[in-house]
C-alpha cells in the first residue's frame, strides 16, 4: 500500500484521554478557558465545531469513482472543517452550541448540507475531488494544505446564499490593499462611476455591483483568510512555535489545517506545549438527508475529549485560517498581527504588508475563474511548486515574470 494511503481508525472513545488536569489556560479558537473549572464549557465548545471524517458508501465520484475517501481525503476533510467553521461564524456565531436531539437552527441545516456527500452539495467530498483534478491532483490522491485551499477558494465563488471571499496569501505575504479591494468590490464600482459624482449617483452606480442585502456587510463581503505556510524543513522551526500559538489567540482565528506526514488533522487550539485537534481519520457511514432536509447530524460533531499532541510532532506545512465578518473585524486583526510582529517570543510566521510588493503579481488580479488551470498561464509567467522531503505537498505559488 502507498505510503499516502496508510490511516488508522479513531473511533474507539475508551482510547480518548481526559481533559488535563492543568492550571494552563485552554485556547479553542480564540476562547480562553479554565481546564479545571470550565472542562464542560470546554468539551461544549469542541462538540460544537463540525467534524468531518472519512465516509464510506456514499454516491461514487464523477460517477465510476471512488465510494470512499478512507486513506486518501483527510486532507479534504480538514478543509471541510475549516470552511465549516467559517460557515458557522458568518451565519450562527461564533457562541452558538450545538446540543444532541435538540431543534437545530435553518442556517444549521443549510451550512450541513453544503458538506453532506452527493455531487450537488456546495463543498462535498464530490466537489473537492473533482475541482482538485484542475490543480493536479487525481482523484484519490492526497493533498497538500495549499492545494485545499485553492480548491475551497473556487468552489466557494458558487455559494451564492454566504457570499464570501476567500483569499489565499501566497509567498507568506498578506497584502491588505488587495483583500480590501476584494472584500469591498464596490471601490472599483465608486471609480467607474466617476469621483466627480454626488452620493445619489454613487449609490445608484453601486446598486447591483455588490447586491448585498445584509446592512452590517452591505460594504463587505466577508472574508476567510487562507495563508499557507512551511515552519520548517523537516520539522518545525521552534522559532515559530510561540507565534503558532497565538494565532489561536486571536477572536478572527479557524484554527490551522496540516498534521504529521500524510496524516491531516485540523487544529482548534492548544493547552500548554500541545495542541488540540479534530482528527478525520475514522471510517463512517455516509449521510443522507431526509425528505425534509434535516440531516442525523450526532456524527458531524466530537463527543468525546479531543485528540492532543505535542506541538513539536507537527509537520512544518500547514495553512493558518482566519475570518473577519466585518471591516472592522479585519483591521483589528492586521492591528493584533502587527503586534505579534513586534514582540521578542517567537519569529513572525507570514509578513503583513499595505499594499502590493513590486515583486509579487497577485493571483486574484489575473480574474481566474473556477475553471481555470495554470498550465492556461503564459510562457512569461513561471510556476514554482516545492515539495518536502516525505513528498507531501507544500505549494508556494509564486507568479513572476521570467
Known amino acids: 500500500m502507498d505510503a499516502a494511503t496508510l490511516t488508522y481508525d479513531t473511533l474507539r472513545f475508551g482510547e480518548f484521554e481526559d481533559f488535563p488536569e492543568t492550571s494552563d489556560p485552554v485556547w479553542i479558537l480564540g476562547k480562553e478557558y479554565n481546564a479545571l473549572t470550565e472542562k ?36 479534504l476533510r480538514c478543509g471541510q472543517m475549516i470552511l465549516g467553521e467559517a460557515l458557522m461564524r458568518r451565519h ?65 465563488v458558487f455559494d451564492t446564499w454566504s457570499r464570501l471571499v476567500v483569499h489565499v496569501a501566497m509567498d507568506n505575504t498578506v497584502v491588505i490593499e488587495e483583500i480590501k479591494r476584494l ?34 456587510t452591505a460594504l463587505w463581503k466577508p472574508l476567510i483568510l487562507l495563508i499557507p505556510l512551511r515552519l520548517g524543513l523537516s520539522d518545525i522551526n521552534e522559532a515559530y512555535i510561540e507565534t503558532l500559538k497565538q494565532c489561536f489567540m486571536l477572536p478572527q482565528s479557524l484554527g ?62 500547514i495553512a493558518a485560517g482566519f475570518f473577519c465578518r466585518t471591516e472592522d473585524e479585519f483591521d483589528d486583526w492586521c492591528m493584533r498581527i502587527r503586534r505579534l510582529s513586534c514582540n521578542r517570543g517567537g519569529l513572525p510566521m507570514f ?17 481566474l475563474t473556477p475553471d481555470t488551470h495554470f498550465a492556461d498561464f503564459s510562457d512569461s509567467d513561471r510556476l514554482e511548486r516545492f515539495f518536502d522531503s516525505e513528498d507531501e505537498e507544500f505549494e508556494i505559488l509564486s507568479l513572476r515574470e521570467a
Open 256 to 317: 490551522v489545517i496540516g498534521g504529521k506526514p500524510n496524516s491531516a488533522h485540523y487544529f482548534i487550539g492548544f493547552v500548554g506545549e500541545e495542541l488540540i485537534y479534530l482528527d478525520p481519520h475514522t471510517t463512517q457511514p455516509a449521510v443522507e438527508p431526509s425528505e425534509d432536509g434535516l440531516v442525523l447530524d450526532e456524527t458531524y460533531h466530537c463527543q468525546h475529549p479531543p485528540c492532543r499532541m505535542h506541538i513539536c510532532e507537527l509537520d512544518p506545512s
Open 40 to 75: 464542560d464549557n470546554i468539551l461544549s465548545d469542541v462538540a460544537s465545531r463540525l467534524w468531518f471524517t472519512y465516509r464510506k458508501n456514499f454516491p461514487p465520484i464523477g460517477g465510476t469513482g471512488p465510494t470512499s475517501d478512507t486513506g486518501w481525503g483527510c486532507m
Open 351 to 367: 509578513e503583513l504588508v499595505d499594499s502590493q510588493p513590486s515583486h509579487m503579481v497577485s493571483v486574484d488580479a489575473l480574474n
Open 183 to 216: 472584500c469591498m468590490p464596490w471601490l472599483d464600482a465608486a471609480g467607474a462611476c466617476g469621483e466627480s459624482e454626488g452620493v445619489g449617483e454613487l449609490n445608484g452606480c453601486l446598486e447591483g455591483a455588490c447586491a448585498l442585502t445584509e446592512e452590517e
Open 92 to 156: 450562527l456565531g461564533r457562541d452558538w452550541r450545538w446540543a444532541r436531539s435538540q431543534k437545530q437552527r435553518e442556517e444549521y441545516i443549510s451550512i450541513l448540507n453544503a458538506f453532506i456527500d452527493k455531487k450537488d452539495s456546495y463543498y462535498s467530498i464530490h466537489q473537492i475531488a473533482q475541482m482538485g483534478v484542475g490543480e493536479g491532483k487525481p482523484i484519490g490522491q492526497w493533498y497538500g494544505p495549499n492545494t485545499v485551499a485553492q480548491v475551497l477558494k473556487k468552489l466557494a
